[in-house]
């Protein structure tokens, strides 16, 4: 089935989009529930988003294993380690800049360790550190083994784990006390490189969680050559019968595989808690059960229905150039961060300061009424608006950055 589905361009985007408004607020402080993440165990809205992106780089995958196969060997490991080493030098490129920051009223050179303090550095790891990492070992995998293999090897990767994280951690093997995979993390990256987000120590994108989400990825691959071949497959739902409807098999076999995969998520769940933060296997379950079903949503909204709208053309935008797109959200409020506009004396008379973005947030979006929240979510989509624009522009100049 040659079919190309916006659908999946759409989905992508969405996601790109998701990641870029939650990843902005107004303030930290004030966020609706359903945009911050769970504390620990649990699941969120916006838990979902990450793992719906690294499905959509699975789908996108789809598309490209055939090629390389084709290609032969010295291509397919070439493009594969090529893109692998960009897309993590960016997202480290994108922990450290903008390579200078403020102190003692001066801009300084931001040092990979800090000389003042060395548990203080920069991060090697990250959520594009996290794609790159999980697209390399997701497409080795995809490229060598058939559909019905990766579900195998799957299936033993996402146990192994759940084994792993029971064996070697400690009392309470998936609090963040008793992970086991922070270890590790410290002895290979060093505390100074590690996230400290929550107090101590730990990264959310370490390298013990990135096993299974190269699963994830494999699973939006899988996925995406269901759809490709519009369900007529010899490696799942092989008893369905094919329909006049062209899109029976498809829709159907997505819906049914999507909620099986949520309820053993929750299944699992019992002994292995879905968190996000260390990557339960659960959690990959119940992700990618609900990535699925989204997608068959919009399959049935999109190719079936016929429904082209602004909301779909608004996603898409951010589907043409994904990469940069995000890559420029993060970049762009760090250099705003080098400007500092004068706000006020502190009680020691010293000069304050406050970064244009914190000061449009304050005076215009802070100002706008109803609880603190809303301001908050204001500031995100503005946000997220402007760098909508940014993408329509280059997609209408016919400007796509890919990697």
């Given at each position: 089935m040659k079919q190309r589905y916006y659908s999946l361009d759409v989905f992508r985007g969405a996601t790109v989009a998701l990641m870029i408004m939650v990843n902005n607020p107004g303030t930290w402080g004030t966020m609706f529930a359903p945009l911050k993440h769970a504390p620990w165990h649990g699941c969120t809205p916006t838990d979902l988003v990450f793992p719906f992106f690294l499905f959509a780089v699975g789908n996108a995958m789809s598309f490209v294993i055939p090629r390389l196969q084709e290609a032969g060997d010295a291509i397919f490991w070439k493009k594969v380690i090529k893109r692998t080493v960009l897309i993590?030098?960016?997202?480290?490129?994108?922990?450290?800049?903008?390579?200078?920051?403020?102190?003692?009223?001066?801009?300084?050179?931001?040092?990979?360790?800090?000389?003042?303090?060395?548990?203080?550095?920069?991060?090697?790891?990250?959520?594009?550190?996290?794609?790159?990492?999980?697209?390399?070992?997701?497409?080795?995998?995809?490229?060598?083994?058939?559909?019905?293999?990766?579900?195998?090897?799957?299936?033993?990767?996402?146990?192994?784990?759940?084994?792993?994280?029971?064996?070697?951690?400690?009392?309470?093997?998936?609090?963040?006390?008793?992970?086991?995979?922070?270890?590790?993390?410290?002895?290979?990256?060093?505390?100074?490189?590690?996230?400290?987000?929550?107090?101590?120590?730990?990264?959310?994108?370490?390298?013990?969680?990135?096993?299974?989400?190269?699963?994830?990825?494999?699973?939006?691959?899988?996925?995406?050559?269901?759809?490709?071949?519009?369900?007529?497959?010899?490696?799942?739902?092989?008893?369905?019968?094919?329909?006049?409807?062209?899109?029976?098999?498809?829709?159907?076999?997505?819906?049914?595989?999507?909620?099986?995969?949520i309820v053993l998520g929750w299944i699992w769940s019992l002994g292995f808690p879905i968190n996000k933060k260390i990557w339960t296997s659960s959690y990959v379950l119940y992700t990618t059960g609900l990535g699925i079903m989204t997608i068959g949503g919009m399959i049935w909204y999109i190719e079936v229905q016929g429904v082209k709208n602004w909301l779909t053309k608004f996603f898409d935008v951010f589907g043409k150039n994904p990469l940069f797109i995000f890559v420029l959200s993060g970049l762009f409020p760090k250099a705003m961060a080098l400007i500092r506009i004068p706000n006020g004396l502190s009680d020691a008379g010293d000069q304050l300061y406050i970064t244009p973005l914190s000061w449009f947030y304050q005076n215009v979006c802070a100002q706008i009424p109803g609880v603190p929240e809303i301001g908050s979510f204001v500031y995100s989509l503005l946000f997220l608006a402007l760098m909508w624009i940014i993408g329509y522009f280059m997609d209408k100049k016919g400007i796509y950055v890919k990697v």
């Open positions: 993590f030098l960016i997202g480290l490129g994108l922990n450290w800049f903008p390579f200078v920051q403020w102190i003692d009223g001066a801009l300084q050179f931001r040092e990979w360790v800090s000389s003042v303090d060395p548990t203080k550095g920069v991060r090697i790891l990250g959520v594009l550190q996290r794609i790159a990492i999980a697209y390399f070992f997701a497409s080795i995998l995809a490229y060598y083994f058939k559909p019905r293999t990766l579900i195998y090897i799957s299936a033993l990767i996402l146990f192994g784990y759940w084994g792993i994280c029971a064996v070697l951690g400690g009392e309470d093997p998936y609090s963040l006390a008793g992970w086991f995979g922070t270890a590790i993390d410290k002895d290979i990256l060093g505390v100074a490189h590690m996230y400290k987000g929550e107090g101590v120590p730990f990264d959310p994108e370490g390298l013990m969680s990135a096993l299974p989400a190269v699963v994830q990825v494999v699973f939006g691959y899988l996925a995406g050559v269901f759809i490709k071949k519009h369900g007529q497959v010899d490696w799942l739902w092989t008893k369905v019968p094919t329909s006049s409807e062209p899109h029976f098999k498809l829709l159907s076999g997505l819906f049914v595989t999507g909620f099986i995969l």
